[in-house]
C-alpha cells in the first residue's frame, strides 16, 4: 500500500482525512480520501502499488475495459457513447484546427474513440495498461495498442493531439507521466485531459457514495484548482475547460446504487439535471471537465 506523508500532486504537508468511501466495485473494502489544503487537490489514501491494483479491476461491471452490456446503465452507456465519440472527434479538431494529423490516446481501453479518430484520417497511437482490453481493442477495431510503459519510449514533439479521457485519475507515477507528456506535445499541439470534479453540485449531493470517487482506482480527485497547479508545474497553459455533460447523469445513476443499494432513475436524473443547471453559470462546476491545455 501506499501511505502519502504529503500530497502527491504539491508535496504540501498540509493534508488530512476528508471523507472514507467504498469501492462497490471489486472489494467492498472502505478507502479514506484526504485532502490538500494547499492546491485542493483530494487522493485515496493507502492504495494499492501499481504492480497490485490490477485486480481492483478484474470485474466485468468495470466498462472501460470490458466493454460490458450488462445492466440498464452500461446499455445506457453504449447508448450515449457513439454520440460523445462525435463531440470528442470535433473538440479535438477545433481545438488543434486540423483535419488530420498524429494522436496519442493514453488509456485508450478497448479502442473506440481511437477508432474513431482512425476514421476521420487521423495517424493513431494507443496506450492501454490492461492487457484483456488491448486484446479486445484487437477484436473490436483491429487496433493493437501499446502497453502503457511504452509512454517513455516514444518519440518527443511528435503529437498534434495527446488525450487522456478519464485516465490520469488511475496514473500511479503522476509527475513522471506528465513530465513525459510535456515532452511528447508537437509545437502548437494540445493536451486533453477529462477527469472528475468533486465540487461539482453530484459530489455534494452523494458525499461519500459518489461513484465517481471509484476508490481505490481513482487514486487522485481534482478540482479545476488542483488540476491547474499541476499543469503549472509543468510548464502548461490551461487554454479552455468544456463540461461533460452526460456524465452527471451516468455518475447519478451509478451514485444511487451506491447510496439505496437500488437504482431509481427518476431521482438520480433530477440530480444530473441540477447539477448540470449550476454548471451552465459556472463551467467548473460540472461532474466532469475536459481541460484542453498547451505549453
Not at 180 to 208: C, M, W
Not at 223 to 245: D, F, G, N, R, V
Request: charged fraction near 20%.
Amino acid at each position: 500500500m501506499i501511505h502519502y506523508t504529503g500530497c502527491p500532486v504539491c508535496g504540501s504537508e498540509d493534508i488530512q482525512p476528508q471523507l472514507s468511501a467504498k469501492d462497490h466495485t471489486v472489494s467492498q473494502k472502505e478507502f479514506v480520501i484526504w485532502h490538500c489544503n494547499a492546491c485542493a487537490v483530494r487522493f485515496t489514501q493507502d492504495v494499492p502499488e501499481q504492480d497490485a491494483i490490477g485486480a481492483y479491476y478484474a470485474s466485468d461491471n468495470y466498462i472501460s475495459h470490458s466493454d460490458t452490456k450488462k445492466g440498464f446503465i452500461n446499455r445506457l452507456y453504449h447508448l450515449v457513447r457513439q454520440r460523445t465519440l462525435q463531440s470528442k472527434r470535433r473538440l479535438v479538431i477545433n481545438e488543434t484546427g486540423m483535419m488530420k494529423g498524429e494522436i496519442l490516446d493514453i488509456g485508450c481501453g478497448t479502442g473506440a474513440f481511437l477508432h474513431n479518430m482512425q476514421e476521420a484520417g487521423w495517424s493513431i497511437t494507443g496506450l492501454e495498461p490492461d492487457e484483456a482490453a488491448r486484446k479486445k481493442a484487437i477484436g473490436l477495431y483491429k487496433l493493437e495498442p501499446l502497453a502503457s510503459e511504452k509512454l517513455f519510449e516514444l518519440a518527443p514533439a511528435t503529437y498534434q493531439a495527446i488525450t487522456m479521457w478519464h485516465v490520469l485519475e488511475h496514473v500511479h507515477d503522476l509527475h513522471a507521466y506528465m513530465k513525459q507528456i510535456e515532452r511528447l506535445l508537437a509545437p502548437g499541439g494540445k493536451l486533453f485531459i477529462a477527469v472528475p470534479n468533486y465540487t461539482s453540485h453530484d459530489a455534494a449531493v452523494y458525499k461519500q457514495n459518489w461513484a465517481a470517487y471509484d476508490v481505490p482506482r481513482h487514486l487522485y480527485h481534482f478540482s479545476p484548482q488542483s488540476m491547474e497547479c499541476l499543469l503549472k508545474t509543468y510548464h502548461l497553459k490551461l487554454i479552455a475547460l468544456k463540461p461533460m455533460w452526460f456524465d452527471s447523469f451516468y455518475v447519478s445513476m451509478l451514485s444511487e446504487q451506491y447510496k439505496n443499494g437500488k437504482g431509481n432513475i427518476i431521482r438520480a436524473s433530477w440530480n444530473g439535471f441540477i447539477s448540470n443547471l449550476k454548471a451552465i453559470g459556472d463551467r467548473k462546476r460540472c461532474s466532469s471537465v475536459t481541460y484542453i491545455i498547451g505549453k
